[in-house]
């Protein structure tokens, strides 16, 4: 092997990266009843936490649910503020840098600015995006699609490790987006474009949709007959026309070579009527009618211009919404969005975005469904990062640009109803909040020399203060594998809440004591599982007692006491 080279891309931290995205995580998911907007009816998610955390968390759940993902992640500018996971430092870093560790002596998990004059700048960008990547792709459909905003600044970079975690041959396509209708002078080229990285699970199996025909593209259709509008597209071609075969034109001049379709088709066109024949004596040519590239949809370029957006038309939406105010700096526009998840997602799809921001994906998706009657679902995940001082986000009275995001859902949700009342009651305008959280069980692995006699109580029950029977029915169902967006019902039994998860799916109750009526109750409705807390039984003879009344009365549920 020695003198053999090889290609191969790595960096500083590149193999701990890869095992933090392996690495399981200890939090969980709460629910945020306050911050939500039709918690009970609601299948949209909003989640608010380090997203690296996010992902682990929603693998179980969500592994191969995803329709599309969409992402705007930091562009590492040197301005950029990035998220400092707790593997991109080493041990002597983390002690120079005391500041970002809690008194357990962690590292905390927020953000840092990445300078480009660190000597690992590329490096810290690639610690942090790579773990995401290997973890999005887990949560995609064999015919997702994922779809990546960046600029210039790490452009070759991501789309090489989207390479190697997707696969090159599944790399769809790169679409350059105008960002910028003016041009600054700045630099020997002006920078208005941003690249979009789009790439899939399973190349033979994506399943595009359509994007709406920009209204340049329809000038193209100036020709019309008795089936409608048309636009030409050409029969020959002298570069890639290869076949060859006569056609006599009404002129009397004889068409012979550089066919780019058959005689037979070219016939059978002809006998449809769908060749247009000049009258001038020129070529004949193909109609393409305006009803079917509207049904079919159409990508006409690889660029895409001031038709799909730009950053003043997204300022500009931000400021409409929050009168007038620009609460958030450079947002992505909805009419862009709205065009990708109209290509990346079916009508009934569920997109993910993980680096949520001014939730424009939220805003886009609601938007779309008003246009079309579509179902779509959204999650969102996004940091309850602190807003600048002196922004017009703080003294709009937002502190966290998570607030701002759950108010932009809010405020567009109100928009589309008010312009279209007739989809109030039919389409879903709320969201599920969450909050990243520390387990809600305590640490119970404690060997019994650690127990000191003052603790001994405490240790009777393994859940921590403060954590609502809500809270623990979501980390059991997350750890079970059920989504966030499943419907709960809440039934009192003697006194007692018992939660009822998808009609059946899951049952569960978490009081202090539970009598027999509660639990004959629950083993009656014979539910897929059931799940106790543990400190709700005073002895194993009760819950042995539990375990009898469902071999009796429901012996396919799978119970569970945590």
């Keep these: 092997m020695d003198g053999r080279e090889s290609y191969e891309f790595t960096w500083v931290g590149k193999r701990e990266a890869i095992a933090e995205a392996g690495r399981p995580t200890t939090k969980t998911l709460r629910p945020d009843l306050d911050e939500s907007v039709d918690f009970e009816n609601s299948e949209n998610v909003f989640i608010t936490g380090d997203n690296l955390e996010v992902l682990k968390i929603l693998q179980e759940s969500y592994l191969g649910k995803i329709d599309m993902i969409y992402i705007d992640p930091p562009y590492n500018t040197g301005k950029d503020f990035v998220y400092s996971d707790k593997f991109q430092k080493t041990d002597e870093e983390l002690k120079e840098d005391m500041e970002l560790l809690d008194e ?50 790490e452009q070759a970079n991501l789309k090489t490790i989207c390479d190697e975690v997707f696969g090159e ?40 949709g359509r994007i709406p025909l920009t209204d340049t593209a329809k000038k193209e259709y100036q020709y019309k007959d008795e089936k409608g509008k048309y636009a030409r597209r050409p029969c020959i071609d002298s570069v890639r026309g290869r076949y060859s075969y006569k056609v006599q034109l009404e002129n009397g001049n004889v068409l012979t070579e550089n066919w780019m379709i058959s005689e037979d088709e070219f016939r059978k066109l002809d006998s449809e009527g769908l060749i247009h024949w000049p009258q001038n004596g020129g070529n004949p040519m193909r109609k393409i009618y305006l009803s079917d590239s509207i049904r079919k949809g159409q990508i006409s ?37 709205g065009n990708l998840i109209s290509l990346g997602s079916p009508e009934s799809g569920m997109i993910l975005d993980f680096f949520g921001g ?25 940091l309850d990062e602190e807003v600048a001082d002196k922004s017009a986000a703080k003294e709009a009275g937002y502190e966290t640009i998570d607030q701002i995001s759950r108010e932009r859902i809010r405020r567009a949700a109100a928009k ?37 006699q003052g603790e001994l109580f405490d240790s009777v029950s393994n859940i ?37 998860v998808d009609q059946g799916s899951l049952m569960a109750c978490f009081e202090d004591e539970i009598s027999e009526e509660v639990i004959r109750h629950i083993a009656q409705a014979q539910p ?30 799978k119970v569970k006491v945590v």
């Design 528 to 557: 897929l599982r059931a799940v106790f807390r543990d400190s709700s039984f005073a002895n194993s003879a009760d819950k042995i007692n539990v375990s009898e009344i469902f071999k009796k009365l429901s012996p396919h549920t």
């Design 169 to 208: 041959e599944n790399n769809v396509g790169n679409i350059a987006w105008r960002r910028f209708n003016s041009q600054a002078n700045v630099g020997i080229f002006s920078t208005v474009k941003d690249t979009i990285l789009i790439y899939s699970k399973n190349y033979n199996s994506l399943n595009f």
């Design 358 to 382: 001014s939730a424009t994906t939220a805003d886009a998706v609601m938007q779309l469904n008003a246009e079309d009657g579509g179902n779509r679902k959204f999650i969102l995940c996004t």
């Design 416 to 452: 589309i109803q008010e312009e279209h009342p007739e989809l109030i009651g039919k389409q879903d305008f709320g969201f599920k909040a969450y909050k990243l959280d520390s387990s809600n069980f305590k640490d119970v692995s404690a060997r019994p020399d650690q127990f000191i």
């Design 104 to 153: 357990e002596g962690r590292q905390v998990v927020g953000l840092t600015k990445n300078e480009k004059t660190s000597a690992r700048y590329h490096s810290d960008w690639l610690n942090m995006m790579y773990p995401r990547i290997r973890l999005a792709r887990n949560l995609l459909k064999d015919s997702g699609v994922i779809f990546i905003s960046i600029d210039d600044n």
């Design 301 to 337: 370029s690889d660029f895409w211009g001031s038709e799909f957006g730009n950053n003043k038309n997204a300022t500009e939406e931000i400021k409409k919404l929050f009168n007038g105010q620009r609460v958030f700096d450079f947002p992505k526009p909805t009419k862009l969005l």
């Design 464 to 500: 921590k203060e403060g954590r609502t029977g809500l809270d623990l029915l979501f980390q059991v169902m997350l750890t079970w594998g059920m989504e966030l967006s499943l419907a709960i019902d809440l039934d009192k039994v003697t006194g007692a809440e018992v939660y009822d």
